[in-house]
């Protein structure tokens, strides 16, 4: 409820911020800070979509993680001679942080009679993990063509937790090459900021002096009009390259183009303030 009231609060604002930015170009008329409070409002707007994606990612996370402490329990359980629907049954009131709506869950379904195999497949249904449903399918096989559950249960949650280690190394590693990713995006923002301030109007400025045309632009000279239009090509370009830089880095740093999305968006409000803030501020 919390997060449907800030998603609604996040979206109400930006469009708050959006309505405004019309009003300063009509009052002002400023476009740079028009395009800079339009950019706000877009990002204050869109901020809701990226901190929910962040939460579910670490929800998603910690139920992997938890999974591989509920494997462990199961598999002292099963060991000590507890038949498997007990063992769950017994693990109910034990704290596995985000997946023990889903333990509770199905231990009430196994209480109710509810066949083994239909619960484990709506636990691993609802928690909506990869890594949890495909242990969950190797428990439910192991239990139904009755196999030896206890070394079954034991190598799915070596299984497990071979493959968070893996995922821990795999971000540790990829680290240094995200941090990479956001330095040379920053340096290529500056870049573009320079040349859109500095570069382009010394050129026109060399352009009226000597009469001549340095590129090929309507009129005698690069005029007011190509200079904004090479300024909203600039923030086109970076919004772009925002974008698609921060799902690769997602991808890379933690296997999903889902993650990221917390890039994208960061990504792209460093390019809109910075290029937009640039005209406005200095």
Do not use: C
């Amino acid at each position: 409820m919390k997060l449907k009231k800030g998603y609604w609060f996040g979206i109400i604002a930006g469009v708050i911020v959006i309505l405004a930015s019309f009003l300063f170009i009509t009052v002002f008329d400023d476009r740079n800070l028009f395009y800079f409070v339009l950019g706000s409002g877009f990002l204050i707007a869109f901020f809701p979509f990226v901190v929910i994606s962040i939460i579910e990612n670490r929800v998603e996370q910690e139920k992997d993680e938890m999974f591989l402490e509920f494997s462990r329990s199961l598999v002292e359980s099963v060991e000590s001679g507890t038949p498997i629907s007990k063992g769950i049954i017994n693990m109910k009131s034990k704290n596995f942080g985000s997946l023990s709506p889903h333990v509770e869950k199905l231990s009430n379904q196994i209480e109710l009679g509810i066949p083994l195999q239909q619960a484990l497949e709506v636990f691993a249904y609802d928690t909506k993990s990869p890594t949890i449903m495909r242990a969950v399918t190797l428990i439910r096989e192991a239990d139904k063509t009755g196999g030896n559950i206890d070394t079954i249960l034991e190598s799915v949650a070596k299984s497990v937790s071979e493959t968070e280690k893996l995922k821990a190394e795999r971000r540790s590693a990829i680290s240094s090459i995200v941090v990479e990713g956001y330095i040379i995006f920053f340096v290529f923002i500056l870049i573009m900021i320079i040349m859109e301030l500095q570069i382009i109007p010394l050129t026109s400025n060399l352009s009226g002096l000597s009469g001549t045309t340095l590129l090929p632009v309507e009129g005698s000279s690069l005029g007011t009009t190509s200079a904004d239009s090479f300024s909203y090509a600039f923030l086109f370009l970076l919004i772009t390259q925002g974008i698609f830089a921060g799902l690769i880095i997602g991808r890379l740093a933690e296997g999903s183009i889902k993650a990221g999305f917390k890039h994208s968006f960061i990504l792209t409000a460093m390019a809109i303030l910075m290029s937009t803030g640039s005209k406005v501020f200095l």
